[in-house]
Nanobody, 125 residues
Framework: QVQLVESGGGLVQAGGSLRLSCAAS????????TGWFRQPPGKERHFVAG????????YYADSVKGRFTISRDNAKNTVYLQMYSLKPEDTAVYSC??????????????????WGQGTQVTVSS
């Protein structure tokens, strides 16, 4: 089992940047494929980006491709989401999720077993 804690959210102006962190404790985090999801106010949660357990593969939603970068530092048991050129429509609660040794990076939330509590990102226009 692994526990996930997100941090780094906040209020930023449009065009700004933020870096979110997902810190893991418990089992070896390098064994887990990890994804970032977001849930805008009043809307459903959807996939943002994912990274394989080795860090060798990444996958992005079209809406963030070229603006967001997912990475991981397994020595620090942390996955990052660097967000650039933020837009008001990026406003959401961002959550990280993990799945044990998945051969694929899943873009649906039901494929992930462990979730953090989320961190709020608000982008003002």
């Amino acid at each position: 089992q692994v526990q996930l804690v997100e941090s780094g959210g906040g209020l930023v102006q449009a065009g700004g940047s933020l870096r979110l962190s997902c810190a893991a404790s418990g089992r070896t985090f390098s064994d887990y494929t990890t994804g970032w999801f977001r849930q805008p106010p009043g809307k459903e949660r959807h996939f943002v980006a994912g990274i394989s357990w080795s860090g060798g593969n990444t996958y992005y939603a079209d809406s963030v491709k070229g603006r967001f970068t997912i990475s991981r530092d397994n020595a620090k048991n942390t996955v990052y989401l660097q967000m650039y050129s933020l837009k008001p429509e990026d406003t959401a609660v961002y959550s990280c999720a993990a799945r044990y040794r998945s051969g694929s990076i899943w873009s649906t939330s039901d494929k992930y077993d462990y979730w953090g509590q989320g961190t709020q990102v608000t982008v003002s226009s």
